[in-house]
Every structure is written in structure tokens, then in C-alpha cells.
């Protein structure tokens, strides 16, 4: 077992532990009064009621946060949500039936580095009370059902193994046999490295999966929040028939440094957060967390009607 402890911030977090501000200036900190003794110290409030936003660094209260979908509600900063929450935040109460809830990972490859991937694999399932990195089923949002896959990054950064791909792949060829339309919504680092060649060939199997739901005549929307990037991003994610992102989402493939030292040559403002790829026509919507579900509502009657008519005609 491993004995590692799990904060927000090693989970890839961009947030920081909850801590008062600091002095205003170095001159108010040398009129302080002297130190009271550590217990009448006023610094001491309690861990994980407060967290600083990383943006426009308001102290933010917890408990709002999570009222506000974790959306900052002075700046509009998304934080990272999980996978329960954000499926809570979508569909209809009590629509949602959950499909291969036990599918756990093997450790196929007996992979051991700094730490054994059986080992991360059992903190990552207490850490989190997820058994992977996403979390699939049929749901209900507004009238429409459709299959709905939402990963989760606090499972070892959303990494695609056997288990994502598997889960995605069922869930695409379940809403396949019954009409319905696919969203997937992702944040991911990638393919998981633990599970070599096994990660990678999920790609191919997911997106082998979409085409018979793109054949027979059903939408897939891809909503992209931050991070989606590198296998996730170059398979199932970037062919949605509709792409949505949050906003300042980062997505991409490689890593900007990764880029920079291949190409030598200087990455333009901006370069794979969700706006710039609006700009360049690779994603067709940003939307805020806030609104998505009555967007993704009006995109799936707006789909289901041009199917209709389609129909009609034929
Ligand atoms: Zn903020």
C-alpha cells in the first residue's frame, strides 16, 4: 500500500491550500505586534474551508464554491469538478443509471516505477471513491436521453487505460443499439502509461465505436474541459459532430515546452486554451459550466430535429 498522502495540489490540482493572505506590505508586517503564543495565533483556520482562487486571488468560500458548480463567482475560474458532481449538475434527478460501476484496472504489464501501479491504483480508488477515471450511463437531460461519459482528472490525471476505453466503448455501442446520442465530457493527461500499448489501443477502439454511432445517423457531442490533452484529445474527444469547451480550457496534444523545443520557434499568446482554438475553428462553442446543461438541451433538440427531418424526407 502506498503510504503517500494525496492534497489537492499532487492530485495536479491548480489550487492552492487554504491559508490566510499575506501582509499587505513589508511595512505593516514590521508594525506587527509581537508573535502570540501558537495557539491564539489568528492564522489558524481550519484546512479546506477556504481556497484561494488562482486567477484573481479571492479567497473563495468553500462551501460557495460548490454551490457555484466550483466556477470562482468573482472571476468566472473554472475549477477542476468531478465526475459525480458534474454528472448531479447535467441530468434529471434520479435519471441516471450507471453502467459498469465495478469494471475495475489490472495491472496487465506488472508495471512498477516509482511507485507500483497496483499501488496507485488502490490510493487513487480510496483518495477518490471512483473505481477509474470516468463514469458512464444512460441519463435523462430536459427530454432527451442520451448515453453521458464524464472523467474525472482526480484519478490519476484522467488517464485513458483498458477500463476508460472499455467503459466508453460500451456506453458509445449501448446508445448505438437503443438511438440515443453520445456526450462525452473529458479531462485527461492522456493515455495511461502504466498499461503501455493496452492505453493506446483504446484509441482506436473508442473511435471505432463512434463510427458506427456517426453510421447510424446519431449525434456525439464532445465537451472539452481543462486539461484535454494527448491520447484522450487525439481519439474520441476531437471528433465530436459538435465540440463544446469550457472556457480557458487547456487543449492540445504535446505540451506547449514539448512544441517549443521541437519546433524552435515562438508559440503564439494563448496557444491551446479553448479561445484559440474557437479562433481556429476547432471547437465550435465555448460554454460556461454554469450553462451547459441548458445549452447542451438546446443542442440535442436542435440535432434530434434535423434527424426528424430527415427522416421525413427519406
Ligand atoms: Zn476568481
Redesign the pocket.
Known sequence: MATTTFTKKSLGFDVEPAVTPPPASTETAFLKKPKLGGKQRKRDIPEGLWTK?P??E?MVFDKELDENLKV?P??S?HFPIGARERIHSLVETCSFEEMDADMISVDILKFTGVAAYKDKLEAYQKTTQLKDAVITGIGKIGECRVGLGVMDFAFLGGSMGSVVGEKLTRLIEASTDRSLPVIIISTSGGARMYEGMFSLMQMAKTCGALAYHAKAKLPYISVLTHPTTAGVMASYASVGDLILAEPAAMIGFAGPRVIKDTTQAELPPGFQTAEFLLDRGLIDAIVSRKEMKERLQYYLEFLGEGKRQMAALS
Do not use: E, L, N, S
Open positions: 482562487c486567477k484573481c479571492t470562482c468573482k472571476c475560474h
